[in-house]
């Protein structure tokens, strides 16, 4: 069955990657380093480690599951979701580039004043000190507008004083740095000159706390000046108070707040969302939930608390006539006077409930899609690249054929049949006698089977090019399992059951071929391996060997050297220190990876209760099954850090 691969999934799988040769770097504390790609979109902060694991990683085109191979081989692979970020981040800031890099001007903006940042800092905190204490004050004296002039004078005055308060943050950051993305922001509710504060990181904290204080101590003096001579423009003041102090976005206060934590403010952080979980909503808002915490702590809370009674509080002054009728409204008496300004307010309020109930409804058909093996209709390509070349070399590119030579190709190439199928024609029906074996050259197959005592049928997954079925009836001498049919015009290759005997099990051997196969199927019903193609499937069950244990027989002993990862075929195990039993391993449980990850000996010794079977793949091998699929490396590092008690990779 053809896998969606998504934009994420090929980068972090298949795409080759190389860091940019006009990269900078900078370190302006012994903990943080700063990348920039030259014309690069935007800069990351990291860590040494991370900066060194980007810099020689990625020296050379290489793609990203072989850099993850040699870090954990090194013994210096940080948590998979701080390595996937990394990466996306890296990326996206134009510092790991997949293509031919083309010099880019630097977005550096020439600023003829510069201000040094401690100076800075304390003028402009006693200034908004000031303001703060002029609101407060003068708050018996806040009135709401008279008319639309007022509001539309408060709101270009706080436009000007935001715009004032980026000038002069201007002047610190052009003291540390470079000036950069120096534009009119319009696409908010306060139109104003703005740049990239950001890079006030590059001075050091000091900096940091200068260009906060030096935004918002305009507004805040300015609103509070207004608050005691024109009280009735303080409206549109006050909410250009609570844009620079707010506790979310890219505001003064979310700054400051940073500024003054003592860990640096990376942009590599270990609650990275992937592709699928980001049209979750309600996952989403949990996550900012973690992230605000990890930046701020509860001082972050706190002021989230505080900056939502000050916007209250504003409102409810500013406001009078609203609030009066929102009141009424909600004692069910009739409004004090005029509906205007209320109407929008509830509006706003019944479109944040209804958004959301609709986030939790979403979050949890998704949270049941998710649920289910990804192997069904939601995991399928949009339009699955035929095969191609001559049939020979076409059936080079089926796993289960890979082994064969050329000679031996051709022979069963010259032995099949092509076949075409129109949108929806069955080419096997269930419960029908099997007497073929069919290869997908071109186009999408859906696999069905009959729902138990009835006679509808549900899809349980698709079939690509390079696809094949059949091979059950044929091994097994039984019927059809499921009715294919063609969701689009596809083209086959058929193979009757005497060439199928002589051309693939007397060249490939039956025993080999049934237990490929066998395993293949068995791999498809596991969680972890959910999603994969039945090529890939095969690809994976030939590198894996068949190990047999008698029952009472030790697996791997604790604190001797494993070189093997055992999946359970069949059978029962126990995982044991001592005479104490950890935890029982059956059907699709595995064990050996976390001696493998961490490159230490065996961590538990593994005993067989019952004679039964375990699919053994080497080290090699299982480092690059890890590492080739971030949804499996993610799962395995999960239950590995359970079992183990602590993270299997360090944070650094």
Sequence with gaps: MAVAVSPQVALLSSAKLRISRQLSRVQPEADAVILRAAGGPRRLVVSPVHADLLTEGFSGYTTVPDVLVRAIADH???????????????????????????????????????????????????????????????LPHWRGPAGWADV?????????????????AACVVAGAGEVRAARIFWRTRFPHFQIDTSEAMLGGRACEVAVAALRAAPVLAGAALVAWEHPVWLAALCGGSLYVLAPFGNSAAR????SRRRAPHY?????????PVREDLWTRWTARCRLFYAEFGWAGFAWTVVWVAWGFEAFTRCMPA??????????????????????????????GLIVSAWAGLKHWLLQRRWARPLRGADAREANPAPLTGDRPDMLA???????????????LAEAMEPVECARGDAVVREDEAGEDFFVLIEGELQVRKRRPGSRRSTTVGWLGPG????????????????????SRPSRLL??????????????????????????????????????????????????CSTVRVDAGAVVLKHGEDNHWFYLIYDGAFEARQGQRVLRKLGLGDYFGEISLLEGSPASATIVATEEGRCLALPRRDFLELFAQDFRIGLRIEAQAGKRRGASVFASE
Excluded: M
């Design 76 to 138: 210096r692979c940080p948590p998979l979701r701080e390595f996937y970020e990394l990466v996306v981040q890296a990326h996206a800031a134009g510092i790991l580039q997949t293509e031919p890099e083309v010099n880019g001007a630097p977005a550096a903006v020439r600023w003829p004043l510069r201000l040094p940042a401690r100076p800075a800092a304390y003028a402009a905190a006693a200034v908004a000190a000031a303001g703060l204490v002029g609101l407060a004050t003068a």
């Design 467 to 486: 696809d094949c079925f059949g091979e059950i009836a044929l091994l097994e001498n039984t019927t059809r399992t499921a009715t294919i049919e063609a």
């Design 322 to 351: 609203t609030v009066a009728t929102v009141t009424a409204w909600v004692q069910g008496v009739p409004p004090p006077g005029r509906v205007g300004a209320e109407i929008l307010l509830l509006a706003a309020l019944a479109f």
């Design 267 to 275: 942009s590599i952080r270990a609650n990275f969302l992937f592709e």
């Design 397 to 411: 590119q089926v796993p289960l054929f890979r082994d064969l030579d050329r000679e031996s190709r051709a022979a």
């Design 152 to 168: 539309v004078g408060g709101w270009l005055t706080a436009c000007a004083l935001l715009t004032l308060g980026q000038l002069l």
């Design 255 to 258: 700054q400051w707040l940073a």
């Design 494 to 543: 058929k193979l009757g059951r005497s060439s199928f005997e002589q051309l693939v099990l007397g060249r490939l051997g039956t025993a080999r071929i049934r237990e490929v196969l066998l395993h293949a199927r068995f791999l498809g019903r596991l969680t972890f391996l959910a999603g994969w193609s039945f090529g890939q499937l095969v690809t994976f069950a030939q590198r």
